[in-house]
Protein backbone atom coordinates (compact mmCIF):
# COMPACT_ATOMS: atom_id res chain seq x y z
CA UNK A 1 0.00 0.00 0.00
CA UNK A 2 1.34 3.70 -0.48
CA UNK A 3 -0.70 4.81 2.31
CA UNK A 4 -2.01 8.18 1.85
CA UNK A 5 -0.59 10.62 -1.20
CA UNK A 6 -0.54 14.17 -1.76
CA UNK A 7 0.65 16.44 -4.85
CA UNK A 8 2.26 18.78 -5.19
CA UNK A 9 5.16 18.65 -2.54
CA UNK A 10 5.42 22.16 -3.31
CA UNK A 11 3.69 25.29 -5.03
CA UNK A 12 4.46 28.85 -5.57
CA UNK A 13 1.33 31.00 -5.87
CA UNK A 14 0.41 34.40 -6.93
CA UNK A 15 -2.27 36.45 -5.00
CA UNK A 16 -5.45 35.74 -6.44
CA UNK A 17 -4.34 32.34 -7.83
CA UNK A 18 -6.29 29.51 -7.42
CA UNK A 19 -5.22 25.69 -7.14
CA UNK A 20 -6.43 22.21 -6.13
CA UNK A 21 -4.20 20.44 -3.67
CA UNK A 22 -4.68 16.34 -4.31
CA UNK A 23 -4.99 13.67 -1.55
CA UNK A 24 -5.35 9.98 -2.44
CA UNK A 25 -5.72 7.04 -0.33
CA UNK A 26 -5.52 3.26 -0.92
CA UNK A 27 -6.47 1.75 2.34
CA UNK A 28 -10.31 1.71 1.73
CA UNK A 29 -10.45 4.33 4.85
CA UNK A 30 -13.64 6.27 5.26
CA UNK A 31 -12.49 9.02 6.99
CA UNK A 32 -10.63 11.97 5.60
CA UNK A 33 -8.78 15.25 6.98
CA UNK A 34 -7.36 18.23 6.07
CA UNK A 35 -4.83 20.32 7.96
CA UNK A 36 -2.59 23.29 7.73
CA UNK A 37 0.44 23.40 9.82
CA UNK A 38 1.89 27.55 10.08
CA UNK A 39 5.53 27.21 11.26
CA UNK A 40 6.32 26.49 14.44
CA UNK A 41 2.34 25.61 15.28
CA UNK A 42 0.51 22.96 15.45
CA UNK A 43 -2.22 21.49 13.17
CA UNK A 44 -5.73 22.80 12.38
CA UNK A 45 -8.43 21.46 11.04
CA UNK A 46 -9.86 22.89 7.67
CA UNK A 47 -12.28 20.23 6.48
CA UNK A 48 -13.10 16.63 7.35
CA UNK A 49 -15.12 13.87 5.60
CA UNK A 50 -16.22 10.80 6.79
CA UNK A 51 -17.54 8.93 3.54
CA UNK A 52 -18.12 9.69 -0.33
CA UNK A 53 -20.90 12.20 -0.49
CA UNK A 54 -20.08 13.87 3.10
CA UNK A 55 -17.88 16.56 3.93
CA UNK A 56 -17.94 19.11 6.98
CA UNK A 57 -16.02 22.41 8.27
CA UNK A 58 -13.41 22.22 10.45
CA UNK A 59 -11.86 25.25 12.42
CA UNK A 60 -10.36 27.07 9.77
CA UNK A 61 -12.14 26.54 6.48
CA UNK A 62 -12.29 30.03 5.15
CA UNK A 63 -10.76 29.99 1.96
CA UNK A 64 -10.93 26.74 1.04
CA UNK A 65 -13.33 24.10 -0.79
CA UNK A 66 -13.45 20.42 -0.84
CA UNK A 67 -15.09 17.41 -2.30
CA UNK A 68 -15.81 13.64 -1.24
CA UNK A 69 -16.69 11.72 -4.61
CA UNK A 70 -14.49 8.93 -3.97
CA UNK A 71 -13.24 6.83 -1.28
CA UNK A 72 -10.19 6.98 -2.13
CA UNK A 73 -9.81 11.01 -2.99
CA UNK A 74 -10.23 13.73 -1.11
CA UNK A 75 -9.25 17.36 -3.29
CA UNK A 76 -8.41 20.76 -1.53
CA UNK A 77 -9.35 23.54 -3.49
CA UNK A 78 -8.21 27.38 -2.64
CA UNK A 79 -9.89 30.22 -4.46
CA UNK A 80 -8.16 33.43 -4.67
CA UNK A 81 -5.14 32.79 -2.52
CA UNK A 82 -3.67 35.07 0.15
CA UNK A 83 -0.82 35.44 2.17
CA UNK A 84 -2.43 34.14 4.92
CA UNK A 85 -2.80 30.68 3.50
CA UNK A 86 0.99 30.20 3.01
CA UNK A 87 1.48 27.31 4.82
CA UNK A 88 1.98 23.76 4.81
CA UNK A 89 -0.76 21.21 4.11
CA UNK A 90 -1.38 17.59 5.55
CA UNK A 91 -4.28 15.06 4.35
CA UNK A 92 -4.97 12.45 6.65
CA UNK A 93 -7.15 9.07 6.73
CA UNK A 94 -8.23 6.52 9.27
CA UNK A 95 -10.87 3.70 9.17
CA UNK A 96 -12.74 4.77 11.76
CA UNK A 97 -13.11 5.92 15.41
CA UNK A 98 -11.05 4.84 17.50
CA UNK A 99 -8.16 4.33 14.98
CA UNK A 100 -5.45 6.13 14.34
CA UNK A 101 -4.83 9.01 11.46
CA UNK A 102 -2.19 8.21 9.02
CA UNK A 103 -0.81 11.32 7.94
CA UNK A 104 0.65 12.39 4.03
CA UNK A 105 3.86 13.43 3.04
CA UNK A 106 2.45 17.09 3.02
CA UNK A 107 2.41 20.16 0.33
CA UNK A 108 4.38 23.37 0.79
CA UNK A 109 2.33 26.01 0.18
CA UNK A 110 3.71 29.59 -0.66
CA UNK A 111 1.63 32.32 -1.66
CA UNK A 112 3.59 35.92 -2.44
CA UNK B 1 -15.68 21.80 22.47
CA UNK B 2 -12.23 19.72 22.87
CA UNK B 3 -8.82 21.53 24.10
CA UNK B 4 -5.56 19.95 24.64
CA UNK B 5 -2.80 21.84 26.53
CA UNK B 6 1.08 20.16 25.84
CA UNK B 7 4.00 21.08 27.75
CA UNK B 8 7.09 22.09 27.79
CA UNK B 9 7.17 23.49 24.35
CA UNK B 10 10.59 22.89 24.11
CA UNK B 11 12.88 19.75 25.52
CA UNK B 12 16.66 19.36 25.82
CA UNK B 13 17.92 16.26 26.83
CA UNK B 14 21.46 14.41 27.30
CA UNK B 15 21.76 11.13 25.34
CA UNK B 16 20.56 8.17 27.08
CA UNK B 17 18.06 10.43 29.69
CA UNK B 18 14.58 10.12 29.93
CA UNK B 19 12.01 12.95 28.39
CA UNK B 20 8.55 13.05 29.60
CA UNK B 21 5.91 15.27 27.97
CA UNK B 22 2.61 16.10 29.42
CA UNK B 23 -0.51 16.48 27.84
CA UNK B 24 -4.32 17.36 29.68
CA UNK B 25 -7.66 17.57 27.92
CA UNK B 26 -10.76 19.28 28.28
CA UNK B 27 -13.76 17.33 27.48
CA UNK B 28 -14.00 14.07 29.84
CA UNK B 29 -15.65 11.78 27.25
CA UNK B 30 -12.46 11.43 25.59
CA UNK B 31 -11.35 8.51 24.86
CA UNK B 32 -8.93 7.83 22.51
CA UNK B 33 -5.27 9.42 22.88
CA UNK B 34 -2.59 9.43 20.27
CA UNK B 35 1.03 10.39 20.09
CA UNK B 36 2.60 11.51 16.53
CA UNK B 37 6.23 12.18 16.09
CA UNK B 38 7.15 14.64 13.40
CA UNK B 39 10.55 14.55 11.51
CA UNK B 40 11.65 17.85 9.73
CA UNK B 41 9.96 17.57 6.79
CA UNK B 42 7.58 15.04 6.94
CA UNK B 43 4.10 14.00 8.03
CA UNK B 44 3.30 13.20 11.55
CA UNK B 45 3.46 9.11 12.68
CA UNK B 46 1.98 7.87 15.32
CA UNK B 47 4.11 6.49 17.76
CA UNK B 48 1.93 5.08 20.72
CA UNK B 49 -1.43 5.60 21.55
CA UNK B 50 -3.61 4.61 24.85
CA UNK B 51 -7.72 4.10 25.06
CA UNK B 52 -9.78 5.75 27.84
CA UNK B 53 -10.06 1.70 29.35
CA UNK B 54 -6.18 1.28 30.09
CA UNK B 55 -3.88 3.04 32.09
CA UNK B 56 -1.07 2.26 31.03
CA UNK B 57 0.68 1.15 27.63
CA UNK B 58 4.71 0.56 26.89
CA UNK B 59 6.36 0.09 23.85
CA UNK B 60 10.48 -0.71 24.13
CA UNK B 61 11.39 2.83 25.40
CA UNK B 62 8.39 4.54 24.63
CA UNK B 63 5.45 4.56 27.02
CA UNK B 64 1.84 6.52 27.59
CA UNK B 65 0.22 7.28 31.07
CA UNK B 66 -3.06 8.21 31.48
CA UNK B 67 -5.01 9.49 34.50
CA UNK B 68 -8.71 9.86 33.61
CA UNK B 69 -9.35 11.63 36.49
CA UNK B 70 -6.93 14.48 36.07
CA UNK B 71 -7.57 14.71 32.61
CA UNK B 72 -4.22 14.29 31.65
CA UNK B 73 -1.57 11.82 29.87
CA UNK B 74 2.24 11.53 28.98
CA UNK B 75 4.47 10.02 26.91
CA UNK B 76 7.83 8.87 28.34
CA UNK B 77 10.56 8.13 26.24
CA UNK B 78 13.70 6.52 28.35
CA UNK B 79 17.28 6.02 26.97
CA UNK B 80 16.77 8.78 24.46
CA UNK B 81 18.90 8.64 21.40
CA UNK B 82 19.30 11.16 19.05
CA UNK B 83 16.65 9.87 16.14
CA UNK B 84 14.16 10.84 18.96
CA UNK B 85 14.91 14.46 18.19
CA UNK B 86 11.46 15.84 16.32
CA UNK B 87 8.28 17.28 17.20
CA UNK B 88 5.93 15.22 19.26
CA UNK B 89 2.21 16.15 18.94
CA UNK B 90 -0.42 14.57 21.51
CA UNK B 91 -4.06 14.38 20.33
CA UNK B 92 -7.51 13.71 22.16
CA UNK B 93 -10.50 12.39 20.30
CA UNK B 94 -14.18 10.65 21.34
CA UNK B 95 -15.55 10.59 17.91
CA UNK B 96 -14.73 11.91 14.01
CA UNK B 97 -11.88 14.61 15.04
CA UNK B 98 -8.91 14.61 16.65
CA UNK B 99 -7.89 18.06 18.75
CA UNK B 100 -3.66 18.09 18.41
CA UNK B 101 -1.96 19.70 21.44
CA UNK B 102 0.70 22.38 19.97
CA UNK B 103 3.74 20.64 19.95
CA UNK B 104 6.69 19.89 21.74
CA UNK B 105 10.92 20.12 19.93
CA UNK B 106 12.40 17.44 21.79
CA UNK B 107 16.32 17.48 21.21
CA UNK B 108 18.59 14.68 22.12
CA UNK B 109 22.04 16.34 22.81
CA UNK B 110 25.17 13.73 21.91
Known amino acids: NAGVTQTPKFRILKIGQSMTLQCTQDMNHNYMYWYRQDPGMGLKLIYY???????DKGEVPNGYNVSRSTTEDFPLRLELAAPSQTSVYFC???????????FGPGTRLTVL | GENVEQHPSTLSVQEGDSAVIKCTYSDSASNYFPWYKQELGKGPQLIID?????GEKKDQRIAVTLNKTAKHFSLHITETQPEDSAVYFCAATRGQNFVFGPGTRLSVLP
Open chain 1, 92 to 102: ASRRGQGNEQF
Open chain 2, 50 to 54: IRSNV
Open chain 1, 49 to 55: SVGAGIT
